[in-house]
Nanobody
Framework: QVQLVESGGGLVQPGGSLRLSCAASGFTFSINDMSWYRQAPGKEREFVAHISGNGGATNYANSVKGRFTISRDNAKNTVFLQMNSLSPGDTAVYYC???????WGQGTQVTVSS
């Protein structure tokens, strides 16, 4: 059974940082590209970042480039999203996505507010 479980969300002040984690199980994690998406209230879900199976290739949405970093630990079946210099515009539910399986996690809330 495929599972993606996100964690690490929460409330943070503008300019702060958070690190999201997504623990995967039920499939061969190391050969699957993984992505992070987010959905703000009243908006469509949007792409944030992507990483190849071996971690050698990454790409980012322009809105987060230079502030967010996606990485993975294939030994622990986990993908991460390090988010720095957060602003209120980053407030959203963040979802982990297994690209080849087209499978979503349940999401974790990130709120950036003073």
């Amino acid at each position: 059974q495929v599972q993606l479980v996100e964690s690490g969300g929460g409330l943070v002040q503008p300019g702060g940082s958070l690190r999201l984690s997504c623990a995967a199980s039920g499939f061969t994690f190391s050969i699957n590209d993984m992505s992070w998406y987010r959905q703000a209230p009243g908006k469509e879900r949007e792409f944030v970042a992507h990483i190849s199976g071996n971690g050698g290739a990454t790409n980012y949405a322009n809105s987060v480039k230079g502030r967010f970093t996606i990485s993975r630990d294939n030994a622990k079946n986990t993908v991460f999203l390090q988010m720095n210099s957060l602003s209120p515009g980053d407030t959203a539910v963040y979802y982990c996505y297994a690209n080849s399986l087209r499978y979503w996690g349940q999401g974790t809330q990130v709120t950036v507010s003073s």
